[in-house]
């Protein structure tokens, strides 16, 4: 397998049936992912960000084109990509070890034990620093702790991509800056592939190892995609100031608010 073309995605539109016609959300859509990379996709309201991240986690199928992941055609969901939505979608009368487990034991219970399958969400639940709240239930946790649940539930399945959409953008800005941060070191651990939605230009620079910037929508497409040189582990303080880290920094910004910030200004 090329590992430069772990994800790929060719030639996709995505257009929809509403009351008022044919919608189409997205056009040529050509882009690659390699294999342990980590993808930002980044634009304005309406740009299709999230259609992208449903077409890949086989949530949607697309009008024309095609997508592949590891060489297969994504025809359908599999376990092989977890989804973070931005709604942690925890089942509010189970813990945080229960939400977690059945996760687990949706995939693994053909081929592994109870034991197994128990140190699985046990592991999770460690990898993410929420042991001590196993037997709370979402009601009973912060919102924060929440969507650490909803990545302790996706990376327990071992997926082979971690398709994330704004995963913290309803969180506030500390508790948005330590779970990314938390996020980081987790991605340098498991070296999971991860395709993440995100309107926080910081986040994306931070986090990404590939920024992908779409066009306003309709008819949306991928106008420019910004390769992020920065070496890793990466520590936001001590990059705050590098002039690398400016300069990918402009580089977003120039692109939504001055090529792609028509479409604001008339709003």
Same mark, same amino acid.
């Given at each position: +397998?090329?590992?430069?073309?772990?994800?790929?995605?060719?030639?996709?539109?995505?257009?929809?049936?509403?009351?008022?016609?044919?919608? $189409?959300?997205?056009?040529?859509?050509?882009?690659?992912?390699?294999?342990?990379?980590?993808?930002?996709?980044?634009? /304005?309201? =309406?740009?299709?960000?999230?259609?992208?991240?449903?077409?890949?986690?086989?949530?949607?199928?697309?009008?024309?084109?095609? %997508?592949?992941?590891?060489?297969?055609?994504?025809?359908?969901?599999?376990?092989? !990509?977890?989804?973070?939505?931005?709604?942690?979608?925890? %089942?509010?009368?189970?813990?945080?070890?229960?939400?977690?487990?059945?996760?687990?034991?949706?995939?693994?219970?053909?081929?592994?034990?109870?034991?197994?399958?128990?140190?699985?969400?046990?592991? *999770?639940?460690?990898?993410?620093? %929420?042991?001590?709240?196993?037997?709370?239930?979402?009601?009973?946790?912060? =919102? =924060? +702790? #929440?969507? !650490?649940? =909803?990545? *302790?539930?996706?990376?327990? @399945?071992?997926?082979?991509?971690?398709? @994330?959409?704004?995963?913290?953008?309803?969180?506030?800005?500390?508790?948005?800056?330590?779970? $990314?941060?938390?996020?980081?070191?987790?991605?340098?651990?498991?070296?999971?592939?991860?395709? +993440?939605?995100? /309107?926080?230009?910081?986040?994306?620079?931070?986090?990404?190892? #590939?920024?992908? @910037? +779409?066009?306003?929508?309709?008819?949306?497409?991928?106008?420019?995609?910004?390769?992020?040189?920065?070496?890793?582990?990466?520590? !936001?303080?001590?990059?705050?100031?590098? !002039?690398?880290?400016?300069?990918?920094?402009?580089?977003?910004?120039?692109?939504?608010?001055?090529?792609?910030? /028509?479409?604001?200004?008339?709003?």
């Amino acid at each position: +397998m090329n590992e430069a073309k772990f994800i790929e995605i060719s030639g996709v539109e995505q257009t929809f049936k509403t009351p008022k016609g044919s919608f $189409q959300a997205l056009r040529d859509i050509d882009l690659t992912v390699a294999k342990g990379e980590f993808v930002a996709l980044i634009g /304005h309201s =309406g740009c299709g960000k999230s259609t992208l991240l449903n077409l890949i986690a086989g949530l949607t199928k697309p009008t024309h084109g095609t %997508l592949l992941c590891a060489n297969r055609e994504i025809a359908g969901p599999g376990p092989e !990509r977890a989804v973070v939505f931005q709604n942690h979608s925890l %089942l509010p009368w189970l813990t945080c070890y229960e939400n977690i487990y059945l996760g687990v034991e949706r995939v693994f219970a053909a081929t592994e034990s109870k034991a197994q399958l128990k140190a699985r969400t046990d592991a *999770a639940l460690a990898l993410v620093g %929420l042991t001590p709240a196993a037997q709370k239930r979402p009601g009973e946790i912060s =919102g =924060g +702790m #929440k969507q !650490r649940v =909803g990545i *302790a539930r996706a990376l327990a @399945m071992e997926p082979k991509v971690l398709l @994330m959409d704004e995963p913290f953008g309803a969180l506030d800005a500390l508790t948005r800056a330590r779970l $990314q941060d938390e996020l980081l070191a987790i991605v340098q651990k498991t070296r999971s592939t991860v395709v +993440m939605v995100t /309107h926080d230009v910081d986040e994306a620079v931070l986090l990404s190892d #590939k920024i992908v @910037m +779409m066009t306003n929508g309709p008819s949306a497409t991928i106008g420019e995609v910004l390769p992020v040189n920065l070496p890793r582990p990466r520590n !936001r303080v001590e990059l705050a100031e590098d !002039r690398d880290y400016v300069h990918y920094r402009k580089a977003v910004i120039d692109f939504l608010y001055t090529r792609q910030g /028509h479409v604001e200004k008339a709003a």
